[in-house]
């Protein structure tokens, strides 16, 4: 069933835009069956899940944080994952790359932007982005490659329309800023139930769970 997903979804996504699978409380096995089609990307939420998936699967997957990271997490976090895509302090910025200096390794990060100005939500309003994105740039063990948002809640996806926009914006406005050691190559937005919206809006990048996996039991 899950390759089957996949396929139909890749005959409608544009082949540019990358699906990662967000496999929160998802099995190993469920995993490794989404491994048997053309998709490697994997966003876990949690490191101390992602940890219990990464000893059965390994490097057969790219590993996504794509929830919320806590800095005592993070030491822990730089050994699993391979990109993380939900950076929005700088002291966060600079926990990851300390733990990265020790490994000898080089973290690719995204801005988690909060483009619908939660106060409840994580990310950074989007007029500090830029400003955070500057501070980062200084840091050796870690680059910054793109942004990505959740925007609000909401059963209709026409309603994050304004927040993708913005984001979008954004990601345009960085990218022209030509800032050193930054990459604005990924744009994050879309999630199973505002996919399609997100695409129109200029999204490169969706994080889909449920259309892949099915309901959660």
Request: charged share 30%; hydrophobic share 40%; proline share 3%.
């Amino acid at each position: 069933m899950i390759v089957e997903n996949v396929k139909r979804l890749r005959s409608e996504i544009p082949d540019y835009v990358t699906i990662v699978a967000a496999s929160k409380t998802r099995t190993a096995s469920e995993i490794l069956e989404l491994l048997e089609s053309d998709l490697r990307d994997v966003g876990e939420n949690y490191v101390q899940e992602a940890e219990g998936k990464f000893e059965a699967i390994g490097n057969k997957a790219r590993w996504h944080c794509i929830g919320h990271l806590q800095r005592n997490k993070v030491k822990r976090a730089v050994e699993v994952f391979d990109i993380i895509q939900t950076v929005d302090s700088f002291k966060l910025a600079e926990e990851i790359d300390k733990r990265c200096s020790y490994l000898s390794k080089k973290m690719p990060v995204m801005i988690e932007v909060n483009s619908g100005r939660e106060e409840n939500k994580a990310g950074v309003f989007p007029e500090s982005v830029l400003q955070l994105i500057t501070e980062i740039s200084s840091l050796k063990n870690i680059g910054v490659v793109g942004l990505m948002t959740m925007g609000p809640f909401t059963e209709d996806p026409e309603e994050i329309r304004p927040s993708l926009r913005l984001t979008r914006r954004l990601f345009e406005e960085i990218s022209k800023a030509k800032i050193e050691g930054v990459e604005m190559k990924n744009l994050s937005m879309g999630m199973s139930n505002s996919y399609r919206v997100a695409i129109e809006e200029g999204s490169n990048m969706v994080r889909l769970g449920t259309i892949i996996f099915g309901e959660r039991q």
